[in-house]
């Protein structure tokens, strides 16, 4: 099939939470995945976290995901491993288990395959002890959902120390952003900050100051979003005014002194003390199915990151980074010499409808149409030199008239693709016909007129003589193409 490459297959080695978040991650970036789970609802569970996962993790990009890989479900560990380049174990926290697990692996898995553990607390070391082939074991820490969160934790040893750069390499191949943790520590990194605050939140409820929900709205409320886009050192350093991050230390650190936090102790966790704790989370959030809680999550999260992606900003840089790792094959063209046959409308967008681009009745609002259609003019100003280095030196083309049809609805995580025929590319003006379509179902049409412009005088202008012979060669294949339905029905006229 067209964009697969059957040469990439992982194994998941328990489907659970975030064993299906892998499975998932790996699937929707074009891999094979083969899962193992003696667990007989693993199937049904996977196919919800996909069910999820299908309908958030595209609409982060403004490029087409690679076909989906196929997966399959075994019955026996080794049948799942057979072939696999990468074996995701991601079983309980149990060392004598996840030994267990690695032997049956290695009898049965290329000699060559990586084998990434998920766990969340042991080091490399521990898990290789007593290994047939100790250097294929590493960790590949995740955080939930593993399908939209990009953070992985990489940990090795000396052992396999040369496959490190594999490993990053292979996960950066699926939108991810491996964390190299230099030294081995119990729980690595990110969880022992984790950890650090949910012992403080255990005595806040123990000792009756807070209950569940009144945390949880202290962080997200609060530093979570800070956090969210900058984390710990630069947010304090921005807490230290201009005097920046020696300030902010000699201002705040002598409170370290202070008995703010219990953090070097850890309540009991008594039956009365759990009861507590359940008994508010159910207050809290009891009224929501889990698979509601999840797309809640995933449609806050997908908001969060797409907003950090139009500022090139953390995660969103990420997500823009493989934005091109995608279209790397060019499925939208970046010049006139990518287009191919110029006798045809241009593939302007291919991408997946967001979640937040839906409306209270499920579907896609009427400013996302326009958005889309921008995103197609945009594209085909790009194709013919209109780039960002051009429009620094001066030059652009501004929007003067917009006719779109609505003809069909659409819904969240639907493919959409805009086609786009030039009808006019003559002079200071360039006129645009964009047709969106789902599959063969066309869904709308977009008709633009456009005015080059100096960025200088902000008056009309003539583009410079690479844009226009670029430009005129499209637009002449174009005119040998009927006139589409519908052009005319509005713009150009006053």
């Known amino acids: 099939m067209k964009g697969r490459n059957l040469t990439q297959s992982a194994a998941i080695i328990g489907g659970g939470v975030i064993g299906g978040g892998w499975a998932a991650r790996f699937l929707l970036n074009g891999w094979d995945v083969r899962v193992f789970d003696p667990d007989p609802n693993a199937q049904r569970k996977i196919g919800e976290v996909l069910d999820n996962a299908r309908a958030s993790l595209p609409g982060l990009y403004d490029m087409p995901m690679p076909v989906e890989g196929m997966l399959t479900f075994h019955d026996t560990l080794a049948d799942a491993v057979d072939g696999a380049v990468w074996v995701q174990e991601s079983v309980p926290e149990r060392l004598e288990m996840k030994h267990s697990v690695y032997r049956d692996i290695q009898k049965h898995c290329a000699a060559d395959a990586v084998i990434a553990s998920s766990t969340s607390g042991f080091k490399p070391s521990q898990l290789q002890h007593n290994a047939i082939r100790p250097e294929q074991i590493v960790v590949c820490h995740p955080f939930n959902p593993v399908y939209l969160l990009p953070l992985i934790e990489v940990v090795g040893t000396d052992v396999n120390a040369d496959m490190i750069g594999g490993v990053e390499d292979v996960l950066r191949g699926v939108g991810m952003f491996p964390l190299l943790v230099k030294k081995e520590i119990d729980a690595h990194i990110a969880d022992r900050f984790l950890e650090a605050v949910w012992r403080e939140a255990l005595w806040l ?86 698979r509601e809680l999840e797309r809640h999550r995933d449609a806050n999260l997908v908001g969060m990151m797409r907003t950090l992606k139009a500022r090139d900003w953390g995660a969103g840089a990420i997500l823009n980074t493989h934005d091109k790792t995608m279209n790397q094959t060019c499925a939208i063209p970046e010049t006139l010499a990518d287009v191919g046959d110029l006798n045809l409308a241009v593939k302007t967008v291919e991408r997946a409808v967001p979640l937040d681009w839906t409306d209270y009745n499920g579907h896609m609002n009427e400013a996302r149409y326009l958005q889309a259609f921008g995103d197609a003019t945009d594209r085909l100003m790009h194709i013919v030199g209109c780039t960002p280095d051009y429009i620094a030196k001066g030059g652009s083309y501004f929007t003067a008239e917009t006719h779109i049809r609505h003809l069909d609805e659409v819904k969240a995580g639907a493919r959409i693709r805009v086609e786009t025929q030039v009808l006019l590319g003559a002079g200071k003006k360039m006129q645009l016909f964009h047709a969106m379509y789902e599959g063969d179902r066309l869904l709308a049409t977009g008709e633009h007129m456009l005015i080059h412009v100096s960025l200088a005088t902000r008056r009309a202008c003539d583009p410079a003589p690479d844009v226009v012979d670029q430009l005129g060669k499209l637009a002449a294949a174009h005119a040998q193409l009927p006139r589409p339905d519908g052009a005319g029905a509005a713009v150009g006229k006053r």
């Open 205 to 290: 409820i123990k000792d009756g100051i807070a209950t569940t929900e009144e945390i949880d709205d202290a962080i997200r409320m609060g530093f979570g979003l800070r956090w969210a886009q900058m984390g710990l050192f630069e947010t304090y350093r921005i807490a230290g005014g201009e005097a920046g991050m020696r300030h902010f230390i000699e201002q705040f650190g002598p409170c370290l002194a202070w008995p703010w936090t219990k953090l070097m102790d850890v309540p009991e966790l008594t039956e009365e003390l759990i009861d507590k704790i359940a008994s508010q989370s159910d207050a809290q959030s009891g009224h929501h199915t889990i």
